[in-house]
């Protein structure tokens, strides 16, 4: 089935039910040997079958494509012979990859100079000359801390204090024991889930979400019970219920300019999903990656600052500088009770010791010029979504979206399934972009979605649209040949 989730080693192995439904093909025709090894393969490169998986035993697979077995035994000598499988006797038959190769999950974007238009990343340029004066400072700032081994596992004192500060002045008072710094919302979730969750352990999640806190999700070996977000909202009581019924370790939302929606929850949800947390003893654990993106409303105060005092020790919140100011400068944070940041500050320990003093200290500039910065920033965005929208009622007129209230993308509807298909011929065209099924907590939901982010210079999206529009219609075009990667942001 196209769209099918990607499935982690945390799954071990396999089934020849699961592998069936990510094999795509025309419904009408039975695969041959070469046909099915092709088809493994691609979903070993591209990442949606992970490297070291078990297959399916052989007599399992035929069963649930309809074919002989004789087919699968002849398709597994080959991804053997080509180096996309070995088998050991006794345990099976195992993904790998031939020296030389690589899966696209690790490849190279495509560059500029491919021509190709990334209309898959969320993620902003950096502010114009900001993180260049913010290193100049950083710069000036740091023979103070040379003279130490700078191991800091919380973080750097004065940015948890900055951060801290932040969070009291958007109405959450924070001290900074409240704060651990990260490399990232991403690294502060893995974090968090390490801590808290355990193989088995139930996860509330958005329908859709975003893509790469979902695949934390599930490499945590959770269950995840997922909740629908439509342009609507939330439907609290489908939440309410969820929690009820499945009491979760763990919730985790996306309630300021939801990715990929641009939803935004109103405070009596909010009030509602903690009251049910708390009765269920469930961590919230929000993502307020995209809340400083408010284009056409104030800001949302922070999640917990509408937490009665017996409910906010349960919310975790975590953020970056991401999309506030630039991807590349790779630090966030988490907040939390000062016994939890110090747990999180043990974990964190054992896997990177701590960030780099260089990264915080101009984090710390662009915290402080973050009021000058995001005036600019929201007014850009407006801007750059006006333009994708004009260009996608010029060019796809029969496509449907709603102009969400902040956030980063559009949640576009084609009208019918098939953005995975397209997404795979786009590039053919010199554009990237990922179908809605990316987001997707169940496989092939959202096929008939694409998340376009408006994150590029306003000029760009005619020709994008247009590129997407001749794409759609199978119009010949001068094609560029790259490779399609699978990061998504």
Known sequence: MAGARPVHPVDRALGGRQLAALITGPADTRLGYRELARAVRSLVLNGRIALHMRLPAERALASALGIS??????????????????????????????????????????????????????????????VAEALTEATA???????????????????????????????????????????????????????????????????????????????ARLRIASVPVTEAGWDTGLIESTLRQTTPRLAYLIPDFHNPTGSLMPDEQRVDVLRVAHRTDTWLVIDE??????????????????????????????????????????????????????????????????GSVLDQLVALALLDRLDDVLPRRRERLRTQRDALAVA?????????????????????????????ALADRALGYGIRVEGGARFGVDPGTHEHRLRLPYTLPAHVYDTAAERLAAALEGVPLHATHAQRPHWVA
């Not at 499988?85 to 993904?95: K, V």
């Not at 969320?122 to 900001?130: D, K, L, Q, V």
């Not at 023979?143 to 500060?165: E, K, M, W």
């Not at 496509?399 to 399934?417: A, I, R, T």
Request: glycine share 10%.
């Open 69 to 130: 077995r004789a087919t699968v035994t002849a398709a597994y000598d080959l991804l053997r012979e080509s180096g996309y499988a070995h088998s050991r006797r006794g345990a099976g038959t195992w993904t790998s990859l031939p020296d030389g190769q690589r899966p696209t999950s690790i490849a190279s974007f495509p560059t500029g100079e491919q021509d190709t238009i990334d209309l898959a990343l969320a993620s902003p340029a950096a502010p114009e000359g900001a």
């Open 141 to 219: 700032l740091l023979p103070r801390h040379t003279a130490a081994p700078g191991y800091h596992p919380y973080g750097l004192p004065d940015l948890r204090a900055a951060v801290a500060d932040r969070f009291t002045r958007r109405g959450l008072p924070t001290l900074p024991d409240q704060i651990l710094i990260t490399s990232g919302a991403q690294h502060a979730l893995a974090l968090v889930l390490a801590l808290l969750g355990g193989p088995g352990d139930r996860v509330m999640a958005e329908n859709p979400s975003y893509t790469n806190g979902l695949d934390a999700l599930r490499r």
């Open 392 to 420: 996608l009622d010029r060019h796809l007129p029969d496509w449907v979206w709603n102009v969400p209230p902040g956030g980063l993308c559009l949640w576009v509807d084609l009208g019918h399934p098939g953005a995975a």
């Open 289 to 354: 990656s995209i809340a400083d993106i408010a284009l056409d409303v104030p800001p949302p105060a922070p999640f917990a600052s509408l937490a009665h005092p017996s409910q906010g020790s349960q919310v975790i919140t975590i953020g970056s500088l991401s999309k506030s100011c630039w991807g590349g400068l790779r630090v966030g944070w988490v907040r939390a009770t000062s016994q939890l940041v110090t747990e999180l500050a043990a974990l964190r320990m054992t896997v990177d010791m701590a």
